[in-house]
């Protein structure tokens, strides 16, 4: 398969040719061009196979469909451009305990789950400045310090409020000449920096679906985040401490490496076709490489490490541990 028309890398297939379809061939996914004259333009082995994310014009074969859900795939929706429309989860056999030990999680848990997520979102952020040379954040050290005597949830929330902003307030030195940073806006993104933060925290926000679902976790009944019909509360709770270190200093990496310019977006801020493409290319590699997961001290690459948070968070919603230990990186 040509790296435009889609990517495999360990468990996670990404389809973005429109006119395509994801069908089921002897065991393997094959991915057809049905609208033109290519055939197939890639097949992969079921069995390794957990996420397809397909784009704009890609549409499933019922008999993969019913193959997906046996298998345990997961199904992602996106526009072309990005954005996400929603998901098919395969039925699987819950796990009873889990789910009732999540359900039934008191309040005070809650709150230090919470706490270990934004104290480690604060020290993130801090240590992404760090590295690109930004000093004087000792404000973040003290608001990092604060977490721990949040005596409730919105105590939590104006702290990370207010990190938010003294964080994104120096992003944009973070930058090379030619792109700049003013503030953080969402629906829609009023620049391109905006435009890339967005996408990314999209695409890593079906990353940690996946690793909650992965463990039987609801990924609906949050920590922190309200409860919201359709919002993936717990999602969105356990991406905080992943939003620093990984998705902001991907897209710092992407801009000041050159391999975007301004030309590569639209007039709405969204990317252009063939420069969406290269950045599913660059999100997947960049979800591969490796780092020292600082609670279990080996190698993992930043997918399985999503995971391994998934475990542990697990493990302290069903009291196997005392205490979450959330992904905290200090230099």
Request: charged content about 30%; glycine content about 8%.
């Amino acid at each position: 398969m040509k790296a435009s028309d889609g990517m495999f890398l360990d468990s996670v297939v990404y389809v973005t040719t429109q006119g395509t379809q994801v069908r089921v061939d002897g065991g393997q996914i094959v991915v057809h061009d049905v609208d033109g004259d290519e055939g197939d333009l890639g097949t992969f082995p079921t069995a390794k196979v957990e996420t397809i994310n397909v784009f704009g014009g890609v549409n499933f074969s019922t008999p993969f469909v019913a193959e997906a859900n046996e298998h345990g795939i997961v199904l992602n929706y996106f526009t072309q451009r990005g954005k996400y429309r929603g998901s098919f989860v395969p039925e699987r056999n819950t796990i009873a305990e889990v789910r009732r030990a999540q359900y039934a999680l008191e309040d005070a848990v809650e709150l230090d789950i919470a706490k270990a997520m934004i104290r480690a979102k604060i020290r993130n952020a801090r240590t992404l400045l760090s590295r690109k040379g930004v000093t004087g954040t000792d404000v973040l050290r003290d608001l990092s310090e604060r977490v721990g005597h949040a005596d409730s949830k919105d105590d939590l929330r104006g702290i990370e409020g207010e990190a938010a902003e003294r964080y994104f307030a120096r992003l944009d030195e973070t930058l090379v000449d030619g792109w700049t940073f003013e503030t953080r806006s969402k629906r829609p993104p009023e620049d391109h920096i905006n435009s890339l933060l967005s996408l990314t925290y999209v695409m890593m926000k079906n990353e940690v679906l996946t690793g909650l679902r992965s463990y039987n976790l609801d990924p609906f009944l949050g920590v922190l985040h309200a409860d919201r019909h359709g919002r993936p509360s717990l999602a969105l709770d356990l991406q905080e401490e992943f939003r620093p270190l990984f998705c902001d200093a991907f897209v710092t990496r992407v801009v000041n490496r050159g391999t975007f310019t301004h030309d590569d977006f639209r007039d709405d801020n969204r990317l252009q076709d063939d420069a969406f493409r290269t950045y599913l290319d660059k999100f997947d590699d960049y979800m591969e490489e490796t780092l020292t997961h600082p609670y279990f001290g080996y190698e993992v690459t930043r997918r399985k490490a999503i995971h391994q948070q998934s475990i542990l968070l697990r493990k302290a919603i069903t009291g196997e541990l005392d205490e979450y230990h959330a992904l905290e990186v200090s230099r």
